[in-house]
């Protein structure tokens, strides 16, 4: 049987798999394939690549290589990314404002530590709502403002193998 060997470290036999990619992660969003072969095809799914980067386009993307003419592609290394962000936990508090007219000129904030929503806002200076909330005492025009103000954590997945760049947490298995 004659054997074919291509230089460098995925030699093989003509026709046989070559070895999973070595990957890292490397940057925001970002994998780095430490042992890149131009030689190779590479089989993308839910990423893009440029050189030996990649950068997934979901949460899960998947890079096989094969050999230019060879049958079969290599096993599948996954790339996974989750975001990082805010996760609201219990009420801290909940601010009200209501009265004759709109309540543009009554800002209601969250106390220290304390937010809206996952953006991370923490005061409401909006009209609010107009409706029944000052029991009949205005003629039509009472409006109503009440913010929810919510404790949070930030997301931590390094239990799980993730490691954290910039606002993107990152791993590969």
């Not at 992660?25 to 890149?36: G, K, L, P, R």
């Not at 193998?161 to 947490?169: A, D, F, H, R, V």
Request: aromatic share 8%; proline share 5%.
């Amino acid at each position: 049987m004659t054997r074919l060997l291509i230089a460098g470290s995925r030699a093989s036999a003509h026709g046989a798999i070559p070895t999973i990619p070595t990957l890292i992660y490397s940057a925001a969003n970002q994998f780095t394939i430490t042992d890149y072969d131009s030689t190779l095809t590479y089989i993308l799914t839910n990423c893009t690549r440029s050189g030996a980067l990649i950068t997934p386009t979901g949460a899960t993307a998947t890079i096989a290589v094969q050999y230019p003419h060879g049958l079969l592609p290599s096993t599948a290394r996954q790339a996974l990314t989750a975001a990082h962000g805010r996760v609201l936990d219990g009420v801290e508090s909940t601010p009200a404002s209501a009265g004759c007219g709109n309540r543009s000129g009554d800002t209601k904030c969250c106390g220290p530590g304390g937010i809206m929503n996952t953006n991370g806002d923490t005061c409401d200076s909006s009209n609010g709502t107009q409706g029944d909330f000052c029991g009949g005492a205005c003629p039509g025009d009472c409006f109503g403002r009440f913010n929810t103000c919510y404790f949070y954590h930030w997301t931590d997945y390094s239990a799980s193998g993730y490691s954290l760049i910039g606002s993107t947490w990152g791993k590969v298995v």
